[in-house]
C-alpha cells in the first residue's frame, strides 16, 4: 500500500484567494510530481520534481508554483485562485528508474 | 517523443461480460507499460505492468502482454464485475533514463452494469 498523502481532499474558495495544496510521502522517493486532471479525465503533468532544490515544470503551462525543502514534502502553492483553476490535482512520486508511480487520492479544487 | 493511444469513448458492459480496452503506444528505446485504474473519488493505483517484451503483466484477473512488434498493450478480463467499474490508463515510462517521467492515454471509463 502506498504512503502518500495529499491534504485537503477538497476545497473550495473564492477567487483571488491563496492556496497551498499539501503533498507528503514516507517512502524516501527522489522523484515526485503534480498531475491536473480535466473533467474529460486526461492527466497533464504540471510539476515534477528529482529531489531537494529541484523543480522543473511539466508539459502544461500552470500559474502554480512548488517548492521541494524536504525528500517526503512537494507543495503546490496557487498565489491567486481562478475559476480556471478549478480542478482535481494528482501527487505522485517513485523510485528512480522502477518507472511505476504511486498517487495520492487528490485534492480537489473548486474556485468560485 | 514518447506518447500512448487509447480507444475513443467510455465502455459499457454487463456483468460478466468480457473486456478489451486497446492501447497502443510510440517510444523510442525500450519503454516500460503499465496500466493504472482510478475508482471514483480516489487517485490513480497501479494495476499491472510489463518492462520487456512478451511480458505479461495481471492482477486481479486482468492481463495484458506487452508486444513490441504491434506496440501494443491491450487490457483484458474475461469476466468482469460491477466492482471493476472505474477509469482505466494505459502508460509508458522509459525508465532506461531513471525519469520516471510516464506518457499516460486519455483514460476509458468502464461502466459494469449488474
Known amino acids: 500500500e502506498a504512503d502518500i498523502y495529499q491534504t485537503p481532499r477538497y476545497l473550495v474558495i473564492g477567487t483571488g484567494k491563496k492556496i497551498t495544496l499539501e503533498c507528503s510521502q514516507t517512502m524516501g522517493h527522489d522523484k515526485m510530481y503534480w498531475y491536473q486532471q480535466d473533467p474529460g479525465m486526461e492527466l497533464h503533468l504540471i510539476h515534477y520534481?528529482?529531489?531537494?532544490?529541484?523543480?522543473e515544470k511539466g508539459d502544461l503551462s500552470s500559474e502554480s508554483t512548488v517548492s521541494r525543502i524536504r525528500t517526503e514534502h512537494f507543495p503546490l502553492t496557487l498565489e491567486s485562485a481562478r475559476p480556471s483553476h478549478t480542478s482535481q490535482y494528482l501527487c505522485?512520486?517513485?523510485?528512480?528508474?522502477?518507472?511505476?508511480?504511486?498517487f495520492g487520492e487528490g485534492s480537489r479544487l473548486t474556485v468560485l | 517523443g514518447n506518447s500512448v493511444t487509447q480507444m475513443e469513448g467510455p465502455v459499457t458492459l454487463s456483468e460478466e461480460a468480457f473486456l478489451t480496452i486497446n492501447c497502443t503506444y510510440t517510444?523510442?528505446?525500450?519503454?516500460?507499460l503499465f496500466w493504472y485504474v482510478q475508482y471514483p473519488g480516489e487517485g490513480l493505483q497501479l494495476l499491472l505492468k510489463a518492462t520487456k517484451a512478451d511480458d505479461k503483466g495481471s492482477n486481479k484477473g486482468f492481463e495484458a502482454t506487452y508486444r513490441k512488434e504491434t506496440t501494443s498493450f491491450h487490457l483484458e478480463k474475461g469476466s468482469v464485475q460491477v466492482s471493476d467499474s472505474a477509469v482505466y490508463f494505459c502508460?509508458?515510462?522509459?525508465?532506461?533514463?531513471?525519469?520516471?517521467?510516464?506518457?499516460f492515454g486519455k483514460g476509458n471509463q468502464v461502466v459494469v452494469i449488474p
Open positions: 520534481s528529482y529531489g531537494v532544490n529541484s523543480t
Open positions: 502508460a509508458l515510462s522509459d525508465g532506461f533514463y531513471g525519469n520516471n517521467r510516464l506518457a
Open positions: 505522485a512520486s517513485g523510485e528512480t528508474g522502477a518507472g511505476e508511480l504511486f
Open positions: 517510444a523510442t528505446g525500450y519503454p516500460s
